[in-house]
């Protein structure tokens, strides 16, 4: 997905008086009523502001959790609008439903959140009926949700056919991203994939093996791959079923020449809570009323000298379970190996994920790395090479 092959607001033209749909994601995290965390709102800015500030009359369509194609009040998005017009530094405007003669009045450089697109049964099923009449009031529209990309819904694919259509600066700046660190990298590539679970990652596996040159495994999935191996991991999170498949990743991986890092060295505790005791030991040594809770400071050396080699690194999942201290410690180091060397411009850092940004944040790098994808599934999706309906539409 190269950066040429979408049209950008670069190619957008005279806008004034326009009335413009843009697909954003306001789906922010809210406790009482007010926003926790306005990093997606944020997003927007670059968006909305250039758009406003050409004339263009802008209405915002977007989702909010998941109401199941019905008005629930809990789901509505009217409490977003104060904290965005916040951000946005400039008065926004709430619309239930949007109505022909109030949209016509706005004066230009208007910005108006619809209310929440998953209400309508439509969205979710891409019905065409619902796409054409929600078209009818814009005369082009914006995609800059890729945190949705991966969904085929009205408001993030449907409309991309109907009217002339551009992906927005997150978007851009997320697809450029994305392309330098997996479409066209400069090699050697690492990839650090970690989780509870292999069974969730499988497919990013497998394309992964296909495209980097270094492949770390962390988290729980770790101990599988170790389990595959011969390893006693004790009471450690694992997936023995699995056994056959992680030898057939590492099978393909040795085919592919990448190589695959396991820990050799473990930090294990009996029970799993904050400050728990711990001791660290070699992967051989983990008894079995043990289990493995992250990666030992010797792995942690190791994987920082891979990085050392390295041109480019994508980040998917932490190495060890990093809410609960001490077993933070491995994210934590190599994280800041990552930071340290893209700051000096080594390497292209790319991360993504829910648990991945707030592991970045933990470590204090989040600013530090060359871009952090706050999108979930459409950054999995993204690894696992799948096309993203969001961002095929766009390429038409």
Not at 96 to 111: E, M, N, V
Not at 168 to 185: F, I, Y
Not at 362 to 375: E, L, R
Request: charge should be negative; charged fraction near 25%.
């Amino acid at each position: 997905m190269s950066a040429n092959s979408f049209k950008t607001l670069d190619d957008i033209g005279d806008v004034r008086g326009k009335c413009g749909l843009v697909r954003v994601d306001l789906n922010v995290p809210m406790a009482d009523g007010k926003v926790t965390d306005d990093t997606r709102l944020r997003a927007l800015l670059p968006t909305v502001t250039e758009l406003a500030d050409k004339g263009a009359k802008l209405l915002l369509l977007a989702h909010f959790g998941r109401p199941k194609g019905e008005y629930k009040p809990e789901y509505s998005l009217e409490p977003v609008v104060e904290p965005l017009a916040a951000v946005l530094g400039r008065d926004v405007q709430f619309m239930a439903k949007p109505d022909r003669a109030a949209i016509d009045a706005l004066p230009d450089g208007s910005i108006v959140v619809l209310e929440n697109s998953r209400f309508a049964p439509g969205e979710e099923k891409n019905d065409p009926a619902m796409a054409k009449a929600i078209a009818a009031y814009g005369d082009f529209y914006v995609n800059d949700a890729f945190s949705a990309a991966h969904r085929a819904h009205v408001t993030t694919e449907g409309l991309a056919h109907l009217l002339p259509s551009y992906a927005g600066r997150s978007m851009e700046r997320e697809l450029t991203a994305l392309d330098k660190a997996l479409g066209n990298p400069e090699h050697p590539v690492a990839a650090v994939v970690g989780g509870a679970k292999v069974s969730s990652k499988l497919d990013v596996l497998r394309q992964m093996v296909e495209k980097v040159d270094h492949l770390i495994i962390g988290g729980g999935m770790a101990n599988t791959f170790l389990a595959a191996r011969g390893v006693d991991v004790g009471k450690s999170l694992c997936e023995h079923d699995l056994a056959d498949t992680a030898n057939a990743i590492l099978e393909a991986a040795d085919k592919a020449d990448c190589t695959v890092h396991l820990p050799y060295d473990v930090v294990v505790a009996k029970e799993f809570r904050a400050n728990a005791e711990t001791r660290t030991v070699n992967v051989h040594e983990v008894a079995a009323d043990e289990m493995i809770l992250d990666i030992g400071p010797a792995a942690v050396e190791a994987l920082s000298d891979v990085l050392k080699t390295c041109k480019t690194l994508v980040w998917n999942g932490p190495l060890g379970a990093f809410e609960t201290p001490p077993f933070d410690q491995a994210t934590v180091a190599l994280a800041r190996t990552a930071a340290a060397l893209t700051k000096e411009g080594q390497l292209l850092s790319v991360a993504g994920g829910g648990d991945t940004v707030a592991a970045l944040h933990h470590a204090g790098v989040a600013d530090d790395f060359s871009f952090v994808s706050t999108a979930g599934g459409a950054f999995l999706e993204w690894m696992e090479g799948k096309p993203l309906p969001g961002v095929e539409a766009l390429t038409k």
